[in-house]
């Protein structure tokens, strides 16, 4: 027999995956190849992971991401599915004429590009393997899938069909025998007839099973060689297939898509940065891309978004522009304006607002809070005998809501010059004023002691909540026998049948700067070898102190949430001190407006006692 050479020989086919009769094909649009990407803090490596991918569906399918024409729509996605580390979709091409070179490029391999769009809900940040940053999204779906000559992902491509043959292996090959100068009798090389045992079809057959079954779980194609020279069986690759199923990380895909495209988070983001310039504090993660940026950098950006070109326009034309167009510009500066406001606005409530229970009111109509009557006590009955009704009385007090506002201008100078230190003063003034407003109503309705509906002032000797005898907090002795009077009148308050005592319990003691120091020293606690001396009233009460209330009066108040005797409320619809946008063509800056509907008023004598002091 002659000396016979092995030559290996290896079957594969790479036909397209485009099917003409229904114009679909199958692309892979995202793998586990990391992006670079930049923010404020610099680079980093955007990754996402599908385990995060929502429901996606009826998505266009574009030509290299442009929306703007009608015959950039190319077809739809029909469906997307994850497999291992890749992202795969089916697509259709539209039926239209305009869309057959597209098809007859992709049919020919010509045309392979693939990238996506998509919306990211919340990032999470972590350091890399090299120790580079990178994000992850924590939700995200898809927007688009479009075809393109320069994929962001090389590997983002229109699928093939996976050749039948892997990597030739010279045991997975057909050994065809041929002699060294085999010559017919017609002088022409023919090969010997293919012969094989049982033995290399078992071969093969464990071979092709192992490789199988690696592909199906997603892994590398080196764990098949490994567990093929490791001579495993079926079985053994099965147990060692799981095993790396669950220790392997999740896969990852990367992306040519904008972070997030959604207005009304980019706005938030840059009102949180702006905001943050103007007053300090900390910033939100996903806002500090946006710390570095300008007013005239938004203003642009803005512009940009809403489909204006700002190529070869100056500074007062941007803002000019973006002031009085479409852009999301001065929404942008007022949401950071309110953020600044509301801020200063909390830091300056009055102390008053604790003494008063909060009312929302739908309108500026008068609003009156009914106060029921109590039940009084059960009667006995005889047995047999009749259960008699009983009414409860009513009573009732009014307030309503005024607005108070002032108007600001925010000047091109400033807009220019990007000054936020003198906008963030003058919006925290805005939010002060809004407290102090407050503050002064509420002082006026508790100092001026006006008639409630029964025609008797709030604090009267009637009533008993008004001391007999006035006493200054500033003589100890006196001071502190007033306190108690006060308490022992409170406890004695009955309900509007004038029967049934309802239990009052002081808890606020509301003084002047004149008399904080004397009652501080009065209700501070003691601590006395002899228990006949301890400071009761330092364990009861809160020291309140009002800087309007400008004698040595004093007040002493029960908590709203049990005995509620001050009231106050807002529009339903605009708690709080609100900054707005002013149209206004007659300046060249953006004007503002801050404004507060706010109401106060009384709604019972019970919870409240004045001793009006000797000064």
């Given at each position: 027999?002659?000396?016979?050479?092995?030559?290996l020989?290896?079957?594969?086919?790479t036909?397209?995956?485009?099917?003409?009769?229904?114009?679909?094909?199958?692309?892979?649009?995202?793998?586990?190849t990391?992006?670079?990407?930049?923010?404020?803090?610099?680079?980093?490596?955007?990754?996402?992971?599908?385990?995060?991918?929502?429901?996606?569906?009826?998505?266009?399918?574009?030509?290299?991401?442009?929306?703007?024409?009608?015959?950039?729509?190319?077809?739809?996605?029909?469906?997307?599915?994850?497999?291992?580390?890749?992202?795969?979709?089916?697509?259709?091409?539209?039926?239209?004429?305009?869309?057959?070179?597209?098809?007859?490029?992709?049919?020919?391999g010509?045309?392979?590009?693939?990238?996506?769009?998509?919306?990211?809900?919340?990032?999470?940040?972590?350091?890399?393997?090299?120790?580079?940053?990178?994000?992850?999204?924590?939700?995200?779906?898809?927007?688009?899938?479009?075809?393109?000559?320069?994929?962001?992902?090389?590997?983002?491509?229109?699928?093939?069909?996976?050749?039948?043959?892997?990597?030739?292996?010279?045991s997975?090959?057909?050994?065809?025998?041929?002699?060294?100068?085999?010559?017919?009798?017609?002088?022409?090389?023919?090969?010997?007839?293919?012969?094989?045992?049982?033995?290399?079809?078992?071969?093969?057959?464990?071979?092709?099973?192992i490789?199988?079954?690696?592909?199906?779980?997603?892994l590398?194609?080196?764990?098949?060689?490994?567990?093929?020279?490791?001579?495993?069986?079926?079985?053994?690759?099965?147990?060692?297939?799981?095993?790396?199923?669950?220790?392997?990380?999740?896969?990852?895909?990367?992306?040519?898509?904008?972070?997030?495209?959604?207005?009304?988070?980019?706005?938030?983001?840059?009102?949180?940065?702006?905001?943050v310039?103007?007053?300090?504090?900390?910033?939100?993660?996903?806002?500090?891309?946006?710390?570095?940026?300008?007013?005239?950098?938004?203003?642009?950006?803005?512009?940009?978004?809403?489909?204006?070109?700002?190529?070869?326009?100056?500074?007062?034309?941007?803002?000019?522009?973006?002031?009085?167009?479409?852009?999301?510009?001065?929404?942008?500066?007022?949401?950071?304006?309110?953020?600044?406001?509301?801020?200063?606005?909390?830091?300056?409530?009055?102390?008053?607002?604790?003494?008063?229970?909060?009312?929302?009111?739908?309108?500026?109509?008068?609003s009156?809070?009914?106060?029921?009557?109590?039940?009084?006590?059960?009667?006995?009955?005889?047995?047999?005998?009749?259960?008699?009704?009983?009414g409860?009385?009513?009573?009732?007090?009014?307030?309503?809501?005024?607005?108070?506002?002032?108007?600001?201008?925010?000047?091109?100078?400033?807009?220019?010059?990007?000054?936020?230190?003198?906008?963030?003063?003058?919006?925290?003034?805005?939010?002060?004023?809004?407290?102090?407003?407050?503050?002064?109503?509420?002082?006026?309705l508790?100092?001026?002691?006006?008639?409630?509906?029964?025609?008797?002032?709030?604090?009267?000797?009637?009533?008993?909540?008004?001391a007999?005898?006035?006493?200054?907090?500033?003589?100890?002795?006196?001071?502190?026998?007033?306190?108690?009077?006060?308490?022992?009148?409170?406890?004695?308050?009955?309900?509007?049948?004038?029967?049934?005592?309802?239990?009052?319990?002081?808890?606020?003691?509301?003084?002047?700067?004149?008399?904080?120091?004397?009652?501080?020293?009065?209700?501070?606690?003691l601590?006395?070898?002899?228990?006949?001396?301890?400071?009761?009233?330092?364990?009861?009460?809160?020291?309140?102190?009002?800087?309007?209330?400008?004698?040595?009066?004093?007040?002493?108040?029960?908590?709203?949430?049990?005995?509620?005797?001050?009231?106050?409320?807002?529009?339903?619809?605009?708690?709080?001190?609100?900054?707005?946008?002013?149209?206004?063509?007659?300046?060249?800056?953006?004007?503002?407006?801050?404004?507060?509907?706010?109401?106060?008023?009384?709604?019972?004598?019970?919870?409240?006692?004045?001793?009006?002091?000797?000064?």
């Amino acid at each position: 027999m002659t000396q016979l050479d092995k030559n290996l020989i290896r079957q594969a086919t790479t036909a397209n995956s485009y099917d003409a009769a229904t114009r679909t094909f199958e692309a892979v649009i995202a793998t586990m190849t990391p992006v670079v990407r930049r923010d404020a803090q610099g680079p980093f490596n955007e990754v996402l992971d599908p385990a995060t991918l929502g429901a996606s569906a009826g998505m266009p399918l574009l030509d290299s991401h442009r929306t703007d024409s009608v015959r950039d729509l190319l077809g739809r996605v029909l469906s997307t599915r994850v497999e291992g580390n890749q992202v795969i979709a089916k697509l259709q091409l539209s039926t239209a004429s305009d869309t057959d070179p597209i098809a007859q490029r992709i049919a020919d391999g010509s045309l392979t590009g693939v990238s996506i769009g998509y919306r990211v809900t919340g990032w999470t940040e972590s350091a890399g393997a090299t120790g580079q940053r990178q994000k992850t999204p924590t939700a995200w779906t898809l927007t688009e899938v479009t075809l393109t000559t320069n994929p962001a992902d090389p590997n983002a491509r229109v699928r093939h069909q996976e050749a039948l043959g892997a990597t030739a292996r010279p045991s997975e090959t057909t050994t065809t025998n041929r002699a060294d100068n085999p010559t017919s009798q017609t002088g022409a090389d023919m090969p010997d007839v293919i012969q094989t045992t049982p033995e290399q079809d078992a071969e093969r057959t464990r071979r092709s099973s192992i490789r199988t079954l690696v592909r199906s779980a997603g892994l590398s194609a080196e764990i098949a060689d490994d567990l093929i020279d490791q001579d495993s069986t079926v079985d053994q690759a099965k147990a060692a297939v799981f095993d790396a199923t669950q220790t392997r990380t999740a896969p990852v895909i990367r992306t040519h898509a904008p972070q997030n495209d959604d207005p009304a988070v980019i706005t938030r983001r840059m009102s949180d940065a702006v905001a943050v310039r103007m007053n300090g504090g900390d910033c939100p993660d996903d806002a500090k891309q946006y710390l570095g940026d300008s007013l005239l950098d938004m203003a642009r950006d803005g512009l940009t978004r809403s489909g204006v070109s700002v190529r070869g326009l100056s500074a007062d034309e941007v803002f000019t522009r973006a002031a009085h167009g479409t852009s999301d510009f001065p929404l942008v500066v007022s949401n950071a304006m309110g953020k600044v406001a509301a801020d200063s606005y909390k830091a300056a409530e009055s102390p008053l607002k604790q003494l008063g229970r909060q009312r929302v009111l739908r309108d500026f109509k008068a609003s009156t809070s009914i106060r029921i009557g109590e039940m009084g006590r059960l009667e006995e009955i005889a047995e047999s005998g009749e259960i008699k009704a009983t009414g409860r009385a009513e009573t009732g007090e009014s307030m309503s809501l005024k607005t108070y506002a002032r108007g600001i201008n925010v000047s091109r100078n400033l807009l220019v010059n990007d000054d936020l230190n003198l906008l963030g003063d003058m919006t925290a003034a805005f939010g002060a004023a809004a407290a102090q407003t407050e503050a002064d109503e509420m002082v006026k309705l508790l100092t001026n002691n006006p008639n409630l509906s029964d025609g008797t002032p709030v604090f009267d000797a009637t009533r008993g909540n008004i001391a007999d005898v006035p006493a200054s907090l500033s003589d100890a002795g006196a001071g502190h026998s007033a306190l108690s009077n006060a308490r022992k009148a409170m406890r004695g308050f009955t309900g509007t049948d004038g029967k049934t005592l309802i239990n009052v319990v002081p808890k606020y003691l509301l003084v002047g700067p004149y008399s904080e120091t004397y009652a501080e020293q009065l209700l501070a606690a003691l601590y006395p070898t002899n228990v006949d001396d301890v400071n009761v009233m330092g364990q009861k009460l809160t020291l309140l102190v009002e800087p309007r209330i400008t004698d040595d009066s004093w007040y002493v108040f029960a908590d709203p949430a049990r005995v509620a005797s001050m009231a106050y409320g807002y529009l339903a619809s605009a708690q709080g001190v609100q900054i707005q946008r002013a149209e206004a063509w007659d300046t060249l800056g953006i004007k503002f407006r801050a404004f507060l509907d706010f109401g106060t008023g009384w709604s019972d004598w019970r919870g409240a006692y004045q001793n009006p002091g000797n000064n």
